[in-house]
């Protein structure tokens, strides 16, 4: 995340990530860092009690939207898209409970005496004389791996947006989340909990199709718009394996050489055909998210009358 900075005497602090404190410690340029639980923990700025506060929330909000469709009361689309970030809080919470939030001041971690970068790098050889994306140490950072289906996605996004380059005066001073590489490979379970979180994410939406919208226009757009998020996910993760499984033969398609991953592919094939390749998928996405969003607020200029009918809870009730 960026909570540690090496601090060199011959060049500027920089954010260091586990793999190169690893790196350092075990070829013995820096002793392992003391660092307490409670000092990485004291970074949190969502305790658990603000974490199950929210959760009670989101969940008090589904509630009420589950209410209303079984007494079959209109949903309008800002709630329905509400609906689905709620559906996205919830197991985010869950696998982020652990993780600090909101960092904003670093532990500082040094170099043993006499010890410089120049010597790190010296000692790494050509690996190391590359240009760097993020810092000095990049080369420590493992090759992402072949079944990575995440880094394509942050690469598009990168590539349309210029999100997580390089800083144009020296390396960067925080880590953004498309700087960084995994921990560990993707697994299978890795690639179902995804796929299923991202489906039903996609599915919410269908859940419109039939709704009376304001004009014919507006649904017709609406339901364009979410058989185009289903299409770009599914098209992609079949590429993706197809890719990732005959990736020689790939790279013999597109006349490139010496990619290992689906990522150095794209990296390697012409500028030209890597932004419409973004365009196609990236950008097909976002006008689609893009255009949920924006109706789900001017579809509240005309709602039916019954949308302002509340739940009757009573009716869940057993009567005595």
Known sequence: MGGFMLECPD????????????????????????????AIWDKNKADGFARLLTSIQVCG????????????????????????FVFC????????????????????I???????????????????????RSTPLDFVNPRPSRFDFVGPVVWGIDLLFGLGRAHKYGPITSFRNSTRNP????RVLDWVVISTISLMYMGFYFIGWNWVFS????????????????????????????????????????????????????????????????VIWIGSYGLARLYII?????????????TYNTVNWSNFLPHI
């Open 294 to 306: 924006v109706e789900a607020f001017i579809g509240l200029r005309a709602l039916p009358p019954a």
């Open 215 to 278: 004009t014919v226009l507006e649904q017709q757009l609406w339901r364009a718009a979410t058989l185009t998020l289903l299409a770009s996910f599914l098209s992609y993760g079949i590429l993706f394996i197809i890719i990732a499984w005959r990736l020689p033969a790939a790279c013999h398609l597109f006349g490139v050489s010496g990619a290992n991953t689906v990522l150095e592919l794209l990296f390697l094939l012409p500028l030209w055909l890597q932004y419409s390749i973004a």
């Open 11 to 38: 060049y500027v602090p920089f954010p260091v990530d586990a793999h190169q404190i690893y790196y350092l410690v075990t070829n013995g340029f820096m002793v392992f860092p003391e660092i307490e639980k409670k």
């Open 110 to 132: 040094c170099l043993k005496d006499q010890v410089k970068i120049k010597d790190v790098l010296q000692s790494a050889g050509a690996r190391a004389s590359r240009p760097f």
């Open 89 to 108: 809080t919830l197991p985010t919470f869950f696998w982020w409970r652990h993780k600090p939030l909101d960092v904003a001041t670093t532990i500082p």
């Open 183 to 186: 921990p560990r490979d993707a």
């Open 61 to 84: 909000f589904a509630l009420q939207c589950l209410g209303r469709a079984m007494q079959r009361l209109p949903i309008s689309t800002l709630e329905l898209s509400t609906m689905t």
